[in-house]
Protein backbone atom coordinates (compact mmCIF):
# COMPACT_ATOMS: atom_id res chain seq x y z
CA UNK A 1 0.00 0.00 0.00
CA UNK A 2 1.15 3.37 -1.17
CA UNK A 3 2.30 6.09 1.77
CA UNK A 4 -0.48 7.07 3.78
CA UNK A 5 -0.13 11.21 4.20
CA UNK A 6 -2.58 13.03 6.39
CA UNK A 7 -4.09 15.79 4.35
CA UNK A 8 -6.10 17.47 6.72
CA UNK A 9 -6.25 18.29 10.84
CA UNK A 10 -9.46 20.02 12.22
CA UNK A 11 -7.56 22.07 15.38
CA UNK A 12 -10.33 22.08 18.11
CA UNK A 13 -9.51 26.13 20.11
CA UNK A 14 -9.18 26.10 23.67
CA UNK A 15 -10.80 27.99 25.72
CA UNK A 16 -14.57 27.89 24.55
CA UNK A 17 -17.72 27.11 26.26
CA UNK A 18 -18.93 23.86 26.80
CA UNK A 19 -21.25 22.52 24.39
CA UNK A 20 -23.34 19.29 23.98
CA UNK A 21 -24.78 17.14 21.46
CA UNK A 22 -26.80 14.33 21.67
CA UNK A 23 -26.88 13.91 25.33
CA UNK A 24 -23.04 14.71 25.04
CA UNK A 25 -21.18 17.24 27.14
CA UNK A 26 -17.18 18.19 26.68
CA UNK A 27 -14.66 20.09 28.58
CA UNK A 28 -13.59 23.05 27.10
CA UNK A 29 -10.44 22.70 28.38
CA UNK A 30 -9.81 19.18 27.60
CA UNK A 31 -7.65 18.25 24.60
CA UNK A 32 -9.45 17.10 21.61
CA UNK A 33 -9.45 13.02 21.23
CA UNK A 34 -7.62 12.84 17.40
CA UNK A 35 -9.27 10.01 15.73
CA UNK A 36 -7.65 8.83 12.65
CA UNK A 37 -9.75 8.70 9.49
CA UNK A 38 -9.82 7.10 6.21
CA UNK A 39 -11.71 9.16 3.49
CA UNK A 40 -12.84 8.17 -0.05
CA UNK A 41 -13.04 11.61 -1.41
CA UNK A 42 -16.65 10.62 -3.09
CA UNK A 43 -20.38 12.00 -2.77
CA UNK A 44 -20.59 9.16 -0.36
CA UNK A 45 -18.10 10.78 2.19
CA UNK A 46 -20.67 13.84 2.76
CA UNK A 47 -21.71 12.97 6.52
CA UNK A 48 -18.18 12.97 7.36
CA UNK A 49 -17.71 16.45 5.29
CA UNK A 50 -20.58 18.05 6.79
CA UNK A 51 -19.70 17.36 10.39
CA UNK A 52 -16.27 18.61 10.27
CA UNK A 53 -17.38 21.63 8.03
CA UNK A 54 -20.70 22.52 10.71
CA UNK A 55 -18.20 21.69 13.68
CA UNK A 56 -20.20 18.28 15.20
CA UNK A 57 -16.97 16.72 15.67
CA UNK A 58 -15.44 19.63 17.51
CA UNK A 59 -18.21 20.29 19.51
CA UNK A 60 -17.78 16.87 21.02
CA UNK A 61 -14.00 17.42 21.64
CA UNK A 62 -13.09 15.01 18.68
CA UNK A 63 -10.09 16.18 16.18
CA UNK A 64 -10.36 13.89 13.30
CA UNK A 65 -7.33 13.51 11.21
CA UNK A 66 -8.11 12.71 7.24
CA UNK A 67 -6.05 10.56 5.41
CA UNK A 68 -7.27 10.46 1.66
CA UNK A 69 -7.71 6.97 0.55
CA UNK A 70 -8.85 6.42 -3.06
CA UNK A 71 -11.43 3.00 -2.77
CA UNK A 72 -12.01 -0.07 -0.83
CA UNK A 73 -8.27 -1.60 -0.65
CA UNK A 74 -6.33 1.05 0.46
CA UNK A 75 -9.17 1.49 3.53
CA UNK A 76 -8.73 -1.90 4.17
CA UNK A 77 -5.36 -2.21 4.34
CA UNK A 78 -5.21 0.88 6.82
CA UNK A 79 -7.72 -0.24 9.15
CA UNK A 80 -6.08 -3.78 9.05
CA UNK A 81 -2.97 -2.38 10.41
CA UNK A 82 -4.68 0.40 12.57
CA UNK A 83 -3.61 2.92 10.67
CA UNK A 84 -6.73 4.26 10.87
CA UNK A 85 -9.95 3.85 13.08
CA UNK A 86 -12.35 4.80 11.10
CA UNK A 87 -13.27 4.53 7.24
CA UNK A 88 -15.57 6.99 6.29
CA UNK A 89 -16.75 5.50 3.61
CA UNK A 90 -15.56 1.73 3.16
CA UNK A 91 -17.72 -0.57 0.24
CA UNK A 92 -19.39 -3.07 2.30
CA UNK A 93 -17.97 -5.96 0.74
CA UNK A 94 -14.56 -5.60 1.53
CA UNK A 95 -14.92 -4.60 4.72
CA UNK A 96 -17.03 -8.16 4.81
CA UNK A 97 -14.21 -9.55 3.36
CA UNK A 98 -11.35 -7.69 5.61
CA UNK A 99 -13.85 -8.95 9.04
CA UNK A 100 -13.38 -12.98 7.78
CA UNK A 101 -9.75 -12.21 7.55
CA UNK A 102 -9.34 -10.44 10.94
CA UNK A 103 -12.75 -10.28 13.36
CA UNK A 104 -14.23 -7.17 13.63
CA UNK A 105 -11.45 -5.31 11.79
CA UNK A 106 -14.67 -3.09 9.92
CA UNK A 107 -17.58 -2.44 12.13
CA UNK A 108 -20.42 -0.45 10.68
CA UNK A 109 -21.95 2.34 12.16
CA UNK A 110 -23.92 3.66 9.31
CA UNK A 111 -24.68 2.85 5.70
CA UNK A 112 -25.47 4.98 2.97
CA UNK A 113 -28.04 3.54 0.49
CA UNK A 114 -28.15 3.64 -3.13
CA UNK A 115 -30.50 2.68 -5.67
CA UNK A 116 -32.26 4.38 -8.97
CA UNK A 117 -33.42 7.55 -6.84
CA UNK A 118 -30.57 7.53 -4.26
CA UNK A 119 -28.29 7.12 -7.31
CA UNK A 120 -24.38 6.60 -7.25
CA UNK A 121 -23.19 3.14 -8.89
CA UNK A 122 -23.89 3.13 -12.86
CA UNK A 123 -22.69 2.07 -16.03
CA UNK A 124 -22.08 4.87 -18.58
CA UNK A 125 -21.44 4.61 -22.16
CA UNK A 126 -19.21 7.04 -23.94
CA UNK A 127 -20.67 9.72 -26.34
CA UNK A 128 -19.99 8.24 -29.49
CA UNK A 129 -21.46 5.01 -28.67
CA UNK A 130 -24.53 6.30 -27.03
CA UNK A 131 -26.67 6.01 -30.02
CA UNK A 132 -25.73 2.47 -30.07
CA UNK A 133 -25.49 1.09 -26.41
CA UNK A 134 -29.18 1.67 -25.11
CA UNK A 135 -29.18 -1.30 -22.42
CA UNK A 136 -26.50 -3.42 -20.54
CA UNK A 137 -26.86 -6.45 -23.21
CA UNK A 138 -25.07 -4.21 -25.92
CA UNK A 139 -22.21 -3.86 -23.84
CA UNK A 140 -20.78 -6.94 -25.95
CA UNK A 141 -17.90 -6.93 -27.57
CA UNK A 142 -16.99 -3.28 -25.72
CA UNK A 143 -13.91 -2.15 -23.77
CA UNK A 144 -15.18 -1.06 -19.84
CA UNK A 145 -13.53 0.19 -17.23
CA UNK A 146 -14.82 -0.07 -13.58
CA UNK A 147 -14.46 1.80 -10.09
CA UNK A 148 -10.79 0.21 -8.70
CA UNK A 149 -11.12 -3.10 -5.92
CA UNK A 150 -12.51 -6.17 -5.84
CA UNK A 151 -16.43 -5.31 -4.48
CA UNK A 152 -16.33 -2.77 -7.41
CA UNK A 153 -14.90 -4.91 -10.70
CA UNK A 154 -16.57 -8.54 -9.23
CA UNK A 155 -20.15 -6.64 -8.53
CA UNK A 156 -20.45 -5.08 -12.35
CA UNK A 157 -19.52 -8.42 -13.53
CA UNK A 158 -22.33 -9.96 -12.09
CA UNK A 159 -24.21 -7.40 -12.63
CA UNK A 160 -23.64 -8.07 -16.64
CA UNK A 161 -24.18 -11.96 -16.03
CA UNK A 162 -27.55 -11.15 -14.82
CA UNK A 163 -28.61 -9.60 -18.43
CA UNK A 164 -26.41 -12.63 -19.83
CA UNK A 165 -23.00 -11.23 -20.32
CA UNK A 166 -20.57 -13.91 -19.60
CA UNK A 167 -16.57 -13.01 -19.24
CA UNK A 168 -14.92 -12.52 -22.81
CA UNK A 169 -18.59 -11.37 -24.28
CA UNK A 170 -16.65 -8.04 -22.75
CA UNK A 171 -13.38 -6.42 -21.46
CA UNK A 172 -13.26 -4.65 -18.18
CA UNK A 173 -10.68 -3.06 -16.09
CA UNK A 174 -10.38 -1.76 -12.74
CA UNK A 175 -9.15 2.52 -13.50
CA UNK A 176 -8.63 4.73 -10.65
CA UNK A 177 -11.75 6.79 -10.01
CA UNK A 178 -9.99 9.96 -10.10
CA UNK A 179 -9.29 9.22 -14.06
CA UNK A 180 -12.96 7.75 -15.17
CA UNK A 181 -13.77 11.44 -16.34
CA UNK A 182 -10.78 11.79 -18.82
CA UNK A 183 -10.74 8.04 -19.75
CA UNK A 184 -14.39 8.62 -21.52
CA UNK A 185 -13.33 11.93 -22.60
CA UNK A 186 -10.26 10.28 -24.45
CA UNK A 187 -12.68 7.63 -25.34
CA UNK A 188 -9.83 5.03 -23.83
CA UNK A 189 -12.78 3.18 -23.23
CA UNK A 190 -15.74 2.44 -24.15
CA UNK A 191 -17.91 2.77 -20.88
CA UNK A 192 -17.97 1.22 -18.04
CA UNK A 193 -19.41 0.82 -14.16
CA UNK A 194 -18.85 4.14 -12.08
CA UNK A 195 -19.27 6.13 -9.23
CA UNK A 196 -20.85 9.66 -8.42
CA UNK A 197 -19.70 12.45 -8.78
CA UNK A 198 -17.70 11.09 -11.95
CA UNK A 199 -21.07 10.37 -13.90
CA UNK A 200 -22.11 13.42 -13.35
CA UNK A 201 -19.46 15.10 -14.83
CA UNK A 202 -19.41 13.16 -17.48
CA UNK A 203 -22.92 14.03 -18.35
CA UNK A 204 -21.78 17.92 -17.74
CA UNK A 205 -18.82 18.06 -20.30
CA UNK A 206 -20.92 15.81 -22.72
CA UNK A 207 -18.52 12.34 -22.37
CA UNK A 208 -20.85 9.69 -21.70
CA UNK A 209 -23.80 8.71 -20.99
CA UNK A 210 -25.75 6.87 -17.97
CA UNK A 211 -27.44 3.67 -19.86
CA UNK A 212 -28.66 2.46 -16.18
CA UNK A 213 -28.02 3.33 -12.62
CA UNK A 214 -29.09 1.64 -9.69
CA UNK A 215 -28.16 -1.32 -11.18
CA UNK A 216 -27.49 -3.19 -7.47
CA UNK A 217 -30.78 -2.52 -6.20
CA UNK A 218 -32.52 -3.37 -9.75
CA UNK A 219 -30.21 -6.58 -10.32
CA UNK A 220 -29.06 -7.98 -7.09
CA UNK A 221 -31.72 -7.14 -4.87
CA UNK A 222 -34.68 -7.42 -7.27
CA UNK A 223 -36.32 -4.24 -7.08
CA UNK A 224 -34.77 -0.54 -8.53
CA UNK A 225 -35.91 1.08 -5.29
CA UNK A 226 -34.51 -1.55 -3.08
CA UNK A 227 -31.64 0.17 -0.40
CA UNK A 228 -28.85 -1.10 -1.84
CA UNK A 229 -25.87 -0.45 1.04
CA UNK A 230 -23.05 -1.06 -1.03
CA UNK A 231 -20.71 1.26 1.23
CA UNK A 232 -20.98 2.43 4.74
CA UNK A 233 -18.77 4.69 7.80
CA UNK A 234 -16.79 1.57 9.55
CA UNK A 235 -15.36 1.52 12.79
CA UNK A 236 -11.96 -0.82 13.96
CA UNK A 237 -13.04 -3.24 16.93
CA UNK A 238 -9.96 -2.10 18.92
CA UNK A 239 -11.14 1.78 18.38
CA UNK A 240 -14.70 0.35 19.54
CA UNK A 241 -12.92 -1.45 22.57
CA UNK A 242 -9.54 0.62 23.76
CA UNK A 243 -12.25 4.13 23.06
CA UNK A 244 -15.63 3.35 23.73
CA UNK A 245 -16.01 6.80 24.83
CA UNK A 246 -14.60 8.54 21.44
CA UNK A 247 -16.20 6.15 19.37
CA UNK A 248 -19.55 7.08 20.44
CA UNK A 249 -18.83 10.76 20.55
CA UNK A 250 -17.73 10.23 17.08
CA UNK A 251 -20.98 8.30 15.93
CA UNK A 252 -23.18 11.08 17.55
CA UNK A 253 -21.19 13.71 15.47
CA UNK A 254 -22.13 11.59 12.29
CA UNK A 255 -25.71 10.83 13.57
CA UNK A 256 -26.21 13.96 13.46
CA UNK A 257 -24.85 15.02 9.91
CA UNK A 258 -27.06 12.28 8.63
CA UNK A 259 -30.16 14.45 9.88
CA UNK A 260 -28.96 17.70 8.70
CA UNK A 261 -28.74 16.12 5.72
CA UNK A 262 -32.03 14.85 5.15
CA UNK A 263 -33.40 18.12 6.93
CA UNK A 264 -31.39 20.24 4.54
CA UNK A 265 -30.64 18.52 1.20
CA UNK A 266 -29.68 21.37 -0.72
CA UNK A 267 -27.62 23.00 1.91
CA UNK A 268 -25.69 19.72 2.60
CA UNK A 269 -25.15 19.34 -1.14
CA UNK A 270 -23.04 22.35 -1.08
CA UNK A 271 -20.32 20.82 1.14
CA UNK A 272 -19.45 18.26 -1.83
CA UNK A 273 -17.43 20.83 -3.83
CA UNK A 274 -14.59 22.33 -1.09
CA UNK A 275 -14.28 18.31 -0.08
CA UNK A 276 -14.31 16.00 -3.41
CA UNK A 277 -14.03 15.93 -6.37
CA UNK A 278 -17.15 17.39 -7.84
CA UNK A 279 -17.21 20.97 -9.18
CA UNK A 280 -18.40 23.49 -7.72
CA UNK A 281 -21.48 24.19 -10.60
CA UNK A 282 -22.62 20.60 -10.14
CA UNK A 283 -23.77 20.17 -6.11
CA UNK A 284 -26.86 20.76 -7.00
CA UNK A 285 -27.47 18.44 -9.37
CA UNK A 286 -25.44 15.16 -8.05
CA UNK A 287 -27.39 12.47 -6.30
CA UNK A 288 -28.03 12.31 -2.83
CA UNK A 289 -27.43 9.38 -0.96
CA UNK A 290 -30.05 7.48 1.58
CA UNK A 291 -27.62 7.74 4.58
CA UNK A 292 -28.76 5.89 7.88
CA UNK A 293 -27.23 4.64 11.16
CA UNK A 294 -27.05 1.22 11.88
CA UNK A 295 -29.53 1.66 14.59
CA UNK A 296 -31.98 2.67 12.64
CA UNK A 297 -32.19 -0.06 10.02
CA UNK A 298 -35.35 -1.65 9.71
CA UNK A 299 -35.65 -5.73 9.36
CA UNK A 300 -36.43 -4.99 5.68
CA UNK A 301 -33.41 -3.09 5.20
CA UNK A 302 -31.28 -5.34 7.32
CA UNK A 303 -32.71 -8.41 4.94
CA UNK A 304 -31.08 -6.29 1.88
CA UNK A 305 -27.82 -5.85 3.59
CA UNK A 306 -27.70 -9.64 4.29
CA UNK A 307 -29.30 -10.14 0.49
CA UNK A 308 -26.50 -8.16 -0.94
CA UNK A 309 -23.62 -10.13 1.50
CA UNK A 310 -25.03 -13.40 0.14
CA UNK A 311 -24.42 -12.10 -3.87
CA UNK A 312 -20.69 -11.01 -2.70
CA UNK A 313 -19.72 -14.52 -1.50
CA UNK A 314 -21.27 -15.89 -4.57
CA UNK A 315 -19.11 -13.53 -6.48
CA UNK A 316 -16.10 -14.38 -4.39
CA UNK A 317 -15.76 -11.06 -2.71
CA UNK A 318 -16.77 -12.38 0.60
CA UNK A 319 -15.06 -15.90 1.06
CA UNK A 320 -17.75 -17.46 3.72
CA UNK A 321 -21.24 -17.18 4.39
CA UNK A 322 -21.62 -14.51 7.03
CA UNK A 323 -24.69 -13.24 9.65
CA UNK A 324 -24.27 -9.32 8.42
CA UNK A 325 -25.38 -8.02 11.73
CA UNK A 326 -22.44 -9.46 13.54
CA UNK A 327 -20.48 -6.76 11.74
CA UNK A 328 -23.20 -3.66 13.01
CA UNK A 329 -22.37 -1.67 15.49
CA UNK A 330 -25.18 0.66 17.45
CA UNK A 331 -24.34 3.61 19.46
Known sequence: MSKIVSTRRQVVVGGLAAASVAGFSRNANAAADQVQVG?????????????????????LNIEPVTTKLMGGPPNVAALMTNQIEVSAVLVTLEGLNADVKKSGVAMYIAMHSQNEHYKMEQFVVRQGLADKVKTL???????????????????????????????????????????????????????????????????????????????????????????AFAAGCAFTSDFIAKRPDVAKRFAAAWAKAIEYIKANPAAAQKHLAKNTMTPADLVDVVPPLGYIMTKDMSPKQLGYLQTFTDFGNSIGVVPEKMDVKKYLKSF
Open 137 to 227: KDFKGLKLMSAPGPANLNTAKGILAKVGLKEGDYTIDQLDMGQHVNAMKAGTFDGGYTLEPSATIMHKIGAAKTVEAGVIAKYILGDPMAD
Open 39 to 59: VFPISSSLPYYIAIDLGYFKE
